[in-house]
């Protein structure tokens, strides 16, 4: 009996966690409410003793770090970020739980993650206190992490043994290889001229759309002839275009300067140069390339022992498994520390009706905690 109200317990702890801060809309236009949100984590582990909780800030994008007094790296680092995407609608940041599951903006990316690993840092310390366990929780990760991760490991030294990041993957499956990212602008001039008088000027947005179809082209040729199966065939370049503006505010006028966002990501041998390089060649000479952000793809050599705690816990055979996204991985990597990467069962991320199990969070939870005791020998 004590073994379910325990189970039970800790479900409800988790689902009260992760609504609460679903309903806190920490986006990037609201640096307002990204600070409430740390404070709310803060409020729920500065009371658990023996816990250092140091803040930091970069380009307005904050981060905070917990771990034990006197332990600057700590053999296992927990994180993840708690910026979630903007929405159309400005209400919708609230929640519902039907059929098991929390729907909300943020619950599966990564709100209910945070909730899982605010909670293990509190049990752990509680009965293990100076336990070498971290939680490093950021704000920009949906931007690509520079003034989070990316800060905290390479300016402000952050280290540790191994990273948890339960931003990919799924239940039992441990994410071992990231494609690179190219986010990047194209830009194409043109010539003004009233719209009544198309001749007498050079449209920008056309002279951009031809480069945008030589480039979709190229990129269509990477593209099996088979419907693409995640896991079996979706280990290829890609290009998408995600946004497109020009300077016009009139209906009337032929606009002088377009551009267009595209989001690239490639497997190995391809990395940042070469693919740039074979963008540049395809959009040819007349326009600009500038890129937003690069990350080359990344191995994240996950620790074997994750895989043994997540099968003990689950029952069930775990598969290691190739990404399309990225995660804050590739900035441990870069400093050559293992990643492990997987996360509860999720669905309709980054819309308005994202969810997460709850009932995975728990087994999440366990196999986390499985893990941790076990690498440091907790209990024995």
């Not at 070498?132 to 540790?160: K, N």
């Amino acid at each position: 009996m004590s073994s379910t109200n325990d189970h039970e317990s800790l479900k409800s702890r988790l689902t009260s966690l992760t609504r609460d801060m679903i309903l806190i809309a920490s986006t990037e236009s609201r640096p307002e409410e990204r600070t409430r949100c740390f404070e709310f984590l803060r409020h729920h582990l500065d009371a658990t003793e023996g816990l250092r909780l140091d803040s930091y800030e970069r380009n307005g994008h904050q981060s905070l770090v917990v771990r034990p007094h006197g332990c600057d790296s700590p053999d296992v680092l927990l994180c993840g970020h708690l910026d979630v995407i903007e929405h159309s609608e400005p209400d919708g940041y609230h929640s519902h739980v039907e059929d098991g599951r929390i729907y909300g903006p943020g619950s599966g990316d990564m709100k209910g993650q945070i909730a899982i690993m605010v909670e293990l840092m509190r049990a752990l310390h509680r009965h293990h206190p100076g336990a070498s366990v971290g939680l490093a929780v950021t704000s920009d990760e949906e931007r690509g992490g520079a003034d989070g991760v990316r800060f905290l490991v390479d300016d402000v030294g952050l280290r540790c043994g191994v990273a948890i990041i339960p931003d990919g993957g799924s239940l039992c499956d441990i994410t071992v290889e990231e494609k690179g990212v190219i986010h990047a602008r194209i830009t194409q001039a043109g010539r003004e001229a009233h719209g009544a008088r198309p001749w007498l000027g050079e449209n920008a947005i056309e002279r951009l759309m031809l480069r945008l179809t030589r480039l979709g082209n190229h990129f269509a040729t990477y593209w099996p002839s088979e419907p693409i199966d995640e896991q079996v065939n979706h280990w290829f370049p890609t290009c998408s275009i995600t946004l497109c503006e020009t300077e016009n505010t009139t209906v009337n006028r032929i606009p002088s300067r377009a551009s267009a966002v595209v989001d690239i990501r490639f497997p190995p041998p391809h990395d940042v140069a070469s693919m740039l390089e074979e963008v540049t060649e395809i959009l040819g000479p007349g326009c600009t390339l500038e890129t937003l952000m690069t990350a080359e793809p990344t191995h994240l050599a996950p620790d074997p022992l994750f895989s043994e705690a997540t099968k003990e816990i689950t029952g069930k055979d775990v598969a290691m498994v190739r990404a399309s996204g990225g995660s804050d991985g590739r900035f441990f990597r870069d400093h050559g520390i293992p990643v492990n990467l997987s996360r509860p069962l999720v669905g309709n991320l980054h819309s308005i009706d994202e969810w997460i199990d709850i009932e995975s969070m728990v087994t999440y939870y366990r196999i986390c905690k499985r893990y941790i005791t076990n690498r440091l020998s907790l209990d024995r």
